[in-house]
């Protein structure tokens, strides 16, 4: 929906088609007067979350679409932003399942001005059930926490957090 600064409605658009469920998080206008909107489109037929992104022009309508994404994952497309290049910066999580549980991940997609992939990364993002296996140094050797001493937690997961108790 575009409203004009007194709310008064210009145009009102749906994207999308009646096999899938899709959802916009953010929506940035662009240097032609379009708008790249980034989100997440669910196919009701297979169960399969994709980031979505879509440009339009002023009026809102579709110049380029692209899914980010594949089989078995639960993609989200949280945030877009423009980068100096032309293209686009794309953060939100990717989660897929392995061994029967679903290991999420924080994802970063960098495109060029078309939506085409230029660099993806993910980066783990710990579960919320894990469980503190043991804590070293940084030298590796086994500890307990003490203060301006910096630790490692390691988890069940194989995640890790490095922390630092400040005393003030």
Partial sequence: IKTDSSGGLIWDITHGNIYDD?????????????????????????????????????NGNIQWEKDFGGLNHENVGSYIEKTSDGGYVITGSKGFYHQGKSEPKLIVIKTDGNGNITSTFNIPIP????KLEKIIDVLGR??????????????????????LIIEK
Avoid: A
Wanted: with cysteine.
């Fill in 142 to 163: 086994e500890t307990k926490p003490q203060t301006n001493i910096p630790f490692i937690e390691i988890y069940d997961d194989g995640s890790t957090e490095k922390k």
């Fill in 22 to 58: 899709s959802e916009g998080s953010c929506i940035k206008q662009t240097n032609d007067g379009g708008y790249i909107i980034v989100g997440i489109r669910e196919n009701n037929i297979d169960q399969n979350k994709m980031i979505w992104v879509i440009k339009t022009n002023s």
């Fill in 127 to 130: 579960l919320s059930n894990r």
